[in-house]
């Protein structure tokens, strides 16, 4: 179960390094066309925000709405796009209208990453949810005695964060400098191709747990189900993360436009929310 935990922790790294590789490499892509104002590198973290909002809603989907073959089937088709829009876009004949940079910034970004960015933000919630129906399904079975317990996978969410923040320390300092934007790009189709394999080999190993669909009844033990939540409580929730989401947009525009108008500046407060994150859900309490 060990190697099995670290092939999870090892595939749900890489998605997140990619993930925030692929951000600055695609800001730097919009910088000859539209610069480098604080408009355009708040618009750059909106799409951000609100792509790995939509990964999250479709690895949601999967895991509530599809069995095991359907989630592992729509994952590697979604990987397989994201390759293919990566290699299409290692130089495409990019065009933004100066009249509507907001806009331009949105759709440019749509047309270079979108799917990409949307596959490796489902990537963690999805394979964080096949680990604990995985290991659910493994206990039950080697200890039919006593009643499983899903593996709590908050461990690995904090994985993800630290991938994320080490891809975003490293691109300024050692990948941008050293390579170009087609280098980039290529090397890009290479960790996604190795995600795939990875991910393909997770996908073997749960092949025969009948437990990744998730229902309430397969959690008994819950405790969101225990604590009889209600509508206001998951409402405030949501608004709660909005507002983290919030004020790092306020934050970053404040930085980029009072503070310097500098390139990849909007770095340093995105590896701040990162880090409250690692520390949030490191630990077990």
Request: proline letters at 6%.
């Given at each position: 179960m060990r190697a099995a935990t670290i092939l999870?922790?090892?595939?749900?790294?890489?998605?997140?390094?990619?993930?925030?590789?692929?951000?600055?490499m695609a800001g730097k892509r919009l910088l000859p066309l539209l610069g480098g104002s604080a408009a355009v590198w708040t618009a750059c973290l909106v799409f951000f925000q609100s792509a790995l909002l939509l990964g999250y809603l479709v690895a949601h989907g999967l895991i509530t709405r599809a069995?095991?073959?359907?989630?592992?089937?729509?994952?590697?088709?979604?990987?397989?796009?994201?390759?293919a829009q990566l290699m299409h876009g290692i130089s495409p004949d990019l065009r933004a209208n100066p009249a509507h940079p907001i806009a331009s910034v949105l759709w440019l970004l749509t047309l270079l990453i979108g799917i990409p960015f949307v596959t490796l933000s489902a990537t963690s919630p999805l394979l964080q949810a096949w680990y604990s129906r995985w290991s659910l399904h493994?206990?039950?079975?080697l200890?039919?005695?006593?009643?499983?317990v899903p593996a709590q996978p908050y461990k690995l969410f904090a994985i993800s964060n630290v991938g994320s923040m080490s891809a975003l320390i490293l691109y300024p300092w050692l990948i941008?400098?050293?390579?170009?934007?087609?280098?980039?790009?290529?090397?890009l189709v290479v960790g996604f191709s190795v995600l795939a394999v990875l991910v393909a080999a997770i996908a073997y190993s749960?092949?025969?747990?009948p437990l990744l669909h998730a229902t309430t009844a397969e959690f008994p033990d819950d405790p969101i189900e225990a604590m009889h939540t209600t509508t206001?409580?998951?409402?405030?929730?949501?608004?709660?993360a909005a507002c983290a989401s919030l004020l790092l947009s306020?934050?970053?525009?404040?930085?980029?436009?009072?503070?310097?108008t500098i390139p990849l500046l909007w770095v340093s407060p995105l590896i701040a929310y990162l880090l409250s994150f690692v520390v949030a859900f490191s630990g077990g309490r």
């Amino acid at each position: 179960m060990r190697a099995a935990t670290i092939l999870y922790a090892v595939a749900i790294f890489l998605s997140s390094c990619l993930l925030f590789l692929v951000e600055p490499m695609a800001g730097k892509r919009l910088l000859p066309l539209l610069g480098g104002s604080a408009a355009v590198w708040t618009a750059c973290l909106v799409f951000f925000q609100s792509a790995l909002l939509l990964g999250y809603l479709v690895a949601h989907g999967l895991i509530t709405r599809a069995g095991s073959r359907a989630q592992a089937i729509a994952y590697v088709a979604l990987l397989v796009a994201s390759i293919a829009q990566l290699m299409h876009g290692i130089s495409p004949d990019l065009r933004a209208n100066p009249a509507h940079p907001i806009a331009s910034v949105l759709w440019l970004l749509t047309l270079l990453i979108g799917i990409p960015f949307v596959t490796l933000s489902a990537t963690s919630p999805l394979l964080q949810a096949w680990y604990s129906r995985w290991s659910l399904h493994r206990r039950a079975t080697l200890n039919t005695a006593a009643p499983a317990v899903p593996a709590q996978p908050y461990k690995l969410f904090a994985i993800s964060n630290v991938g994320s923040m080490s891809a975003l320390i490293l691109y300024p300092w050692l990948i941008e400098p050293k390579s170009s934007l087609t280098g980039q790009a290529t090397g890009l189709v290479v960790g996604f191709s190795v995600l795939a394999v990875l991910v393909a080999a997770i996908a073997y190993s749960v092949r025969s747990a009948p437990l990744l669909h998730a229902t309430t009844a397969e959690f008994p033990d819950d405790p969101i189900e225990a604590m009889h939540t209600t509508t206001s409580d998951r409402v405030l929730w949501v608004l709660l993360a909005a507002c983290a989401s919030l004020l790092l947009s306020a934050v970053t525009n404040h930085l980029s436009q009072n503070v310097a108008t500098i390139p990849l500046l909007w770095v340093s407060p995105l590896i701040a929310y990162l880090l409250s994150f690692v520390v949030a859900f490191s630990g077990g309490r």
